[in-house]
């Protein structure tokens, strides 16, 4: 019985991750098999990457003889990012998934319900460990002439031991997620903080990894590592076992993974048939009638469309990720804006006029974040199940999606806004049409974005998703407005510096290239009013 | 006030008939229902009705105008509740609600009105601050009952209307039935339970794999059988008479 529900489990899991949920068998096996290409490609970058970054730190820890330590970086950056990529998958397979009541219905022991939906998560644990560890695996033997078969055999058995421990803290945060929502019934609130909070983390980690990161570790590399002995002796021990072949700390390293998934795994098991079916415990709230307001359609879509935006944390993170960097952008040109600026001068001052170049320069930069808010982009697969309402309502086709436009517009242009008066604020370049530029050239490629996003979505999105999660998570929906947008932003600025920079001035170049952009936002506003934007329109769903 | 003249629906160029040659008028004043087995093709047909799926051949005309051609027109005036409401559970029944009144350009003044009044009909008023997402099936189709009602319509077309409904909500959804249609109003709409259709039609009309089997006044179809001996009688001679073939 386990078998087959792991199966099932494991086949529903590549389907989300091919985008696939039909389809022929040949269809799926080769999408299966691009998926191990991808994951073999992945492999090869990640052995390629870290050895470039760490091979440095690598030779120093080799020094010292502390090779372990590299073990134990790699093995908690995969344990880092397998928490948090794995947090809420674990939260919805285990503890919400729909199909839990069902398959309680039937004879099917819960343990074994639970080890299919733990299992799940520990094999894509094992997969990010497996990778990371790999990767280091193979630094250490670029780096120090070659390590034994032994060792990589102890590589792979630690990748995976290493995920039990994981799958661990990502069952009891998922457990805690679950509870803290049924208690205050505050689901998307609770789940939008704590995706914050770790997109936050890691635009620190990003911010903070600069370039002078890699020397400054390598040259402390010793400290850290015996930092890392002291507070992370899990780690330390998997690293000693890795690297020195040490039986000891390899079965100190197990028992330390083993024994608190145990524990985890049989409390869950014998609660888990009161914990998924918990009602929540939030208190009712009792409508009072209160006056109505009314809008106009247009209006009235447009609330809509953002009702629907800030009630899903997958939709926000995923769609609205351009939104989070565009505001983190902004705080960290606040608190390191001065040397931000005189990074870019420095780069500029070879120009006649560097403020000009900056202003230019900053104006494509907030563009480039633009690029990556993509609510439009999928704002008509979201609709899905949902677009009989919009289809037996008598409203046009120019009204729907100029209320999807207005979704994604009415967020993003006043974050580049303001964007663009905390880059003044702090550059302090002020000339009129400097300033012009900057607020209009990232509202053209804002518009450029919503609006190539939406027609795409209309002209290529599926509406056959599941949820509002999965349509806002879906590559194609996501990836063709933010390539066509940056491939924009870029070009522009490449096609002045490699061909235009000498011929043209920078300011009169932005111009041109705001007024282009505006008048391709014109063409494309005009056409979702057209009868092809409403032939379109009519046909979704037939 | 609707008109079906013709109707025929083909999914792909070489597959069969979803519904073959269907024409069936339905009057202002008059509760229609509309019975088959499943995959019969009722859904096909009401949802082209609601000018949600487009057909092949015929016209359906509501109140004189084609769906076809002037479908915001047509939808002005007519609601449909599918068989399954799929509502937008992210928003509260109040905020779908004035959605639907904002859509519709329903008067707040009138919207207010007839929430209240619909929503303490179909018991649903308390919940209405709550998200759609925290609602049973039932509660779900109360309230896309009360939507559809929001823009006082003249023809309502219902899927299934009656499924999921506890008996109370049931019992007032036939009684509102009847005094719409006695204000004027026509319904068409599906159902499986026949002793509902029987009780509640003025006429119906049978399908069976896309044909129409029988139509017209419940007593003419029925004689003097029940409407269930006919429909299976009906429903089996075509069975019968496919396997002769």
New interface residues.
């Given amino acids: 019985m386990l078998k087959i529900l792991l199966k099932n489990r494991l086949l529903a899991l590549a389907d989300q991750l091919t985008g696939q949920s039909k389809g022929k068998k040949a269809a799926k096996l080769s999408t299966y098999a691009l998926l191990i290409v991808l994951g073999i490609l992945i492999l090869i970058g990640c052995c390629a990457g870290v050895n470039a970054l760490f091979g440095n730190i690598c030779v120093r820890l080799a020094q010292r003889g502390e090779v372990w330590a590299v073990y134990g970086f790699a093995g908690a950056a995969g344990f880092l990012l397998a928490l948090f990529l794995t947090l809420f998958y674990a939260q919805g397979v285990i503890f919400e998934a729909k199909d839990n009541e069902l398959l309680l219905s039937m004879p099917i022991s819960p343990s074994a319900i639970l080890a299919s939906r733990v299992g799940s998560v520990y094999f894509l644990n094992s997969l990010f460990t497996l990778v990371l560890l790999c990767a280091a695996g193979y630094t250490v033997s670029a780096q120090t002439g070659g390590i034994g078969i032994l060792n990589w055999i102890l590589v792979i058995v630690c990748a995976l031991l290493l995920p039990l421990l994981s799958t661990t803290v990502s069952c009891l945060l998922a457990w805690l997620v679950s509870y803290i929502t049924r208690r205050t019934g505050r689901k998307v609130l609770v789940q939008t903080i704590l995706s914050l909070v770790a997109i936050a983390a890691l635009f620190l980690v990003t911010m903070g990894v600069n370039r002078n990161f890699f020397s400054t570790f390598a040259e402390s590399a010793g400290d850290i590592a015996q930092a890392f002995r002291r507070s992370l002796y899990p780690l330390y021990a998997m690293g000693l076992a890795i690297a020195e072949t040490n039986w000891g700390m390899l079965a100190i390293f197990a028992a330390i993974c083993i024994v608190p998934f145990a524990i985890v795994y049989y409390v869950l098991s014998r609660s888990f048939i009161r914990i998924v079916t918990a009602r929540n415990a939030a208190k009712k709230q009792k409508y009072e009638a209160t006056a109505l307001k009314g809008s106009s359609v247009v209006w009235s879509m447009t609330k809509k469309d953002l009702t629907r935006f800030f009630s899903s944390p997958p939709y926000m993170t995923n769609a609205g990720l351009g939104l989070l960097y565009s505001i983190g952008l902004t705080i960290f040109a606040m608190v390191s804006g001065d040397s931000v600026i005189r990074n870019i001068l420095e780069k500029t001052d070879r120009f006649s006029d560097p403020g000009a170049y900056t202003t230019v320069i900053a104006a494509f930069v907030i563009s480039f974040f633009a690029a990556l808010t993509t609510i439009s982009g999928c704002s008509v697969s979201v609709e899905g199940k949902n677009l009989w309402i919009l289809k037996s309502m008598p409203v046009r086709a120019k009204d729907v999606l100029t209320g999807k436009l207005l979704s994604h517009l009415v967020l993003a242009i006043p974050v580049s806004v303001l964007c663009s008066i905390l880059y003044l604020f702090v550059a302090r370049i002020l000339t009129v049409p400097g300033v012009i530029l900057m607020f209009l050239m990232p509202i053209a490629f804002n518009c450029f974005n919503a609006l190539f996003g939406l027609i795409s979505n209309l002209h290529f999105g599926k509406l056959d998703y599941p949820s509002i999660a999965k349509a806002a998570k879906s590559t194609t929906s996501s990836l063709i407005p933010i390539l066509a947008t940056i491939l924009l932003v870029i070009g522009s600025a490449v096609l002045y510096f490699t061909a235009l920079h000498g011929k043209i001035d920078v300011t009169v170049y932005g111009i041109i290239v705001t007024a282009v952009i505006f008048a391709v936002d014109l063409c494309m506003f005009s056409y979702l009013g057209s009868t092809g934007a409403q032939k379109r329109w009519d046909e979704l769903g037939q | 006030m609707l008109q079906i003249n013709h109707y025929t629906k083909q999914y792909s160029a070489d597959g069969p008939k979803a519904v073959d040659d269907l024409s069936l008028h339905i009057k202002p004043g008059e509760i229609y229902g509309f019975l088959g087995h499943n995959g019969a093709g009722k859904t096909t047909t009401i949802k082209a009705c ?5 057909f092949t051949e015929g016209e359906i005309l509501v109140n004189g105008m084609s769906i076809k051609k002037q ?6 005036i007519m ?2 509740i ?1 068989d399954n409401p ?3 559970e ?2 509260s ?3 779908y609600l ?8 329903v ?2 003044d009138m ?2 009105k007839r ?2 009044e619909f929503a303490n009909d179909m018991g649903i ?6 998200k759609v997402a ?1 609602y049973s099936h039932g509660m779900k189709q109360k309230l896309a009952i009360v939507a559809a009602l929001m823009h006082d319509p003249k023809l309502l077309i219902m899927d299934e209307p009656f499924v999921g409904l506890d008996p109370k909500a049931a019992f007032i959804l036939k009684k509102f039935m009847r005094t719409f249609c006695d204000n004027g109003g026509a319904i068409f709409f599906s159902t499986h339970v026949l002793e509902v259709a029987e009780k509640l039609c003025d006429k119906i009309a049978i399908i069976k794999g896309g044909k129409l089997l029988a139509d017209g006044d419940i007593e003419t179809v029925r004689g003097n059988e029940s409407l269930e001996e006919v429909f299976l009688e009906l429903v089996d001679d075509i069975k019968a008479e496919e396997e002769h073939a």
């Fill in positions: 609601c000018g949600l799926l487009d479908p915001l027109e047509c939808k002005k609601s449909y599918p799929d509502l937008y992210f928003m029944g109040i905020r004035n959605f639907v009144g904002d859509v519709y350009g008067p707040t919207r207010e929430i209240a008023t308390d919940a209405l601050a709550e925290s």
